[in-house]
């Protein structure tokens, strides 16, 4: 059953690029769901952020609660760096040679 509705959905989404007559056609759902994971990850990262922030701010003297904090930070910029530069890396990957 599973795998039928899988199926299903593969060829539910692959009918809609098999009709579009223009490449703004196919990439036009694709940049909304990009749109949509990213601003859901912008948020993520944020509360992320701000979580961290508090704890390390309430670690004391505790040197592992400082670290697991800094690593949070840290962890969540690199997230939010790669969602928000993955638009320009794919660009400059298929970008013409010429040009």
Request: charged residues 10%; aromatic residues 8%; without cysteine.
């Amino acid at each position: 059953m599973k795998k039928s509705l899988a199926v299903f959905s593969l060829l539910l989404l692959i009918s809609h690029f098999a009709f579009a007559t223009e490449v703004n056609d196919i990439t036009a759902p694709i940049n909304k769901i990009y749109d949509l994971i990213k601003g859901i990850v912008s948020i993520v990262g944020i509360i992320a952020i701000t979580i961290a922030g508090a704890m390390y701010m309430m670690s004391g003297s505790n040197i592992q609660s400082r670290e697991n904090a800094k690593n949070m930070v840290s962890y969540a910029l690199v997230g939010l760096v790669l969602v928000w530069v993955a638009p320009l890396i794919v660009s400059f990957l298929t970008a013409p040679v010429g040009a």
